[in-house]
């Protein structure tokens, strides 16, 4: 089973093994509204922990995303190409972004468990 993390700007990571599946938060989408646009990055792009990672526009504004951790990107859904909007419908299912090769996973000290960042959306 994956176990998700997250950051203070609302990304997630869904860590299996030696990679994770990167997306934003349903609070994160339900903030922006309509989503627009996502702006992947190219597959084999290497980030470093919270570097830009990809780009988000909705009606309401536009965003950068930040990689949760740092790795070399191994996939990114195309279907977010055509139906951006899977990111307002399934924000932290159907509609992760980047899939990363994690480089270090000791960085997953820097992230929130699911219910710390339950708890931190409540200060919000």
Same mark, same amino acid.
């Given at each position: 089973?994956?176990?998700?993390?997250?950051?203070?700007e609302?990304?997630?990571?869904?860590?299996? &093994?030696?990679?994770?599946?990167?997306? @934003?938060?349903?609070?994160?989408?339900?903030?922006?509204g309509?989503? +627009?646009?996502?702006?992947?990055?190219? @597959? &084999?792009?290497t980030?470093?922990?919270f570097?830009?990672?990809?780009?988000?526009?909705?009606?309401k504004?536009?965003?950068? @995303?930040?990689?949760?951790?740092? &790795?070399?990107?191994?996939?990114?859904?195309?279907?977010?190409? +055509?139906?951006?909007e +899977?990111v307002?419908?399934?924000?932290?299912?159907?509609?992760?972004m980047?899939e990363?090769? @994690?480089s270090?996973?000791?960085?997953?000290?820097?992230l929130?468990?699911?219910?710390?960042?339950?708890?931190f959306?409540?200060?919000?």
């Open positions: 089973m994956a176990e998700m993390y997250f950051t203070k609302h990304e997630w990571i869904k860590v299996t &093994g030696a990679t994770g599946k990167v997306g @934003i938060s349903e609070h994160a989408a339900h903030e922006l309509d989503i +627009t646009f996502v702006e992947l990055p190219k @597959i &084999g792009k980030v470093k922990q570097d830009v990672l990809a780009a988000i526009e909705s009606v504004a536009a965003s950068d @995303i930040f990689a949760p951790l740092s &790795g070399k990107v191994l996939a990114v859904n195309e279907d977010l190409d +055509t139906t951006p +899977t307002n419908e399934s924000a932290e299912e159907k509609a992760w980047v990363l090769e @994690i270090d996973s000791a960085e997953l000290k820097n929130m468990t699911q219910d710390q960042y339950n708890e959306l409540k200060t919000l």
